[in-house]
Nanobody, 124 residues
Framework: QVQLVESGGGLVQAGGSLRLSCAAS????????MAWFRQTPGKERDFVAG????????YYADSVKGRFTISRDHARNMVYLQMNSLKPEDTTVYYCAAGRFNVRISDPGVYDFWGQGTQVTVYS
């Protein structure tokens, strides 16, 4: 099965940038839809950004559109989330996810594999 490991989280000042990385291992990575979600304890897991495996079409939550960019490197089995113009509201735990047959890219319930999460803290 696919295994995902996130990295790149940390503490950053508002207005700054951070890049999250997701290292994937396992079969058929290039065909998977990949996505980033974020979740604060006690709240729902929210969609942040997603990218299709075949077309590389990207999708973003309204709250991050224009600030965040998702990308993938098939050769290195990596997925990235470049976060610019960070706001304190972006503070939470970010998770990498992979799904093979999902259609609704923003629904966390359709993803098959998840990383352990990486903390992002934005201070003003």
């Amino acid at each position: 099965q696919v295994q995902l490991v996130e990295s790149g989280g940390g503490l950053v000042q508002a207005g700054g940038s951070l890049r999250l990385s997701c290292a994937a291992s396992g079969p058929t990575f290039s065909t998977y839809t990949m996505a980033w979600f974020r979740q604060t304890p006690g709240k729902e897991r929210d969609f942040v950004a997603g990218i299709r495996g075949s077309t590389s079409s990207t999708y973003y939550a309204d709250s991050v559109k224009g600030r965040f960019t998702i990308s993938r490197d098939h050769a290195r089995n990596m997925v990235y989330l470049q976060m610019n113009s960070l706001k304190p509201e972006d503070t939470t735990v970010y998770y990498c996810a992979a799904g093979r047959f999902n259609v609704r890219i923003s629904d966390p319930g359709v993803y098959d594999f998840w990383g352990q999460g990486t903390q992002v803290t934005v201070y003003s």
